[in-house]
């Protein structure tokens, strides 16, 4: 079926297939915006189909898709892109409220609050620049190998005034253990959440384990449509990136691995902050089943295998 996308739309798609170092908050945000152009000649269920085979790994692109093929698609995504549109400045309000308040109302800080962070999210980044007009903020960031976005968001967070330490991603234990009692907390994104579960770049299970030996929480930003039921859940598969962006001329004999995201146990983080409100990792199973319906899911699988000619 993607071999029926009009052209100009398949450019796009090929655009967000290729695109490897934009968050999933850009990514949806590009896709939402090809689906109702799509929508519009035509052309939703093929465009849905090759959006979630851009990005297998996704959830909120195969949500966004779901939406598009499902009963009075155009209107209910026009309505998810608002919501989307919407959910950085709650998501930042939810977890500066997690951060600085903990139910117990406003904590005063004599030293700078020291959060650390996995590669680079815009959402995470919208959170910390809204901290940081709070309270005094300093960042310790992964450099995110092998294609080193976590610099871009050292960068833009020093560029907003916030101290910023980039570290190797074998590095990061020491450095939070250098820091001591001044870890308050690590902060990820999440390119999926389903269940059991949620995805990100590789690199941040070791993070937030090194953060639970440490007695340090680990919270999730994900806006809702981020959240998968287990139905589409079940249909991501993870993107790998070349060999060369590894090691350009291996050795014949050398195997490169080169995955680009991993799953975490959703019970290793202490609270996600979505735009509906801080939730704990029990109630993550309520909200994946509230953000599709069953029947648009099914719908969106039914499209995709057709298309894969079984």
Known sequence: MAADLDPALAVRVRAVADDHLSGASRLTQVAMEILLDAHRVGDGDAAAC???AAQPAMASVWNAAAVAVGADGLRRLQRLNQQVRRSPRALARVLTDLLLTRGEGPRVLAAPLVVATVSASASVRVCLEALSE????????TEARPLLEGREMAADLVGAGIPTTLCTDV??????AEAGPALEAVIVGADAVAPRWFVNKCGTRHVVEIAASLGVPSYVVGSREKFIAEILADELRSSRGTSEEVWEHPPPDVTIAN???ERIPVELVAMFATDAGPIGPASVPELCQSVVSRADSARLIG???LARGG
């Open 134 to 141: 709070r309270t005094r903020l300093e960042v310790i960031c």
């Open 50 to 52: 090759a959006l979630c």
């Open 171 to 176: 590095g990061i234990g020491a450095v939070m």
């Open 303 to 305: 499209i995709i295998r």
């Open 259 to 261: 995955p680009y995201f």
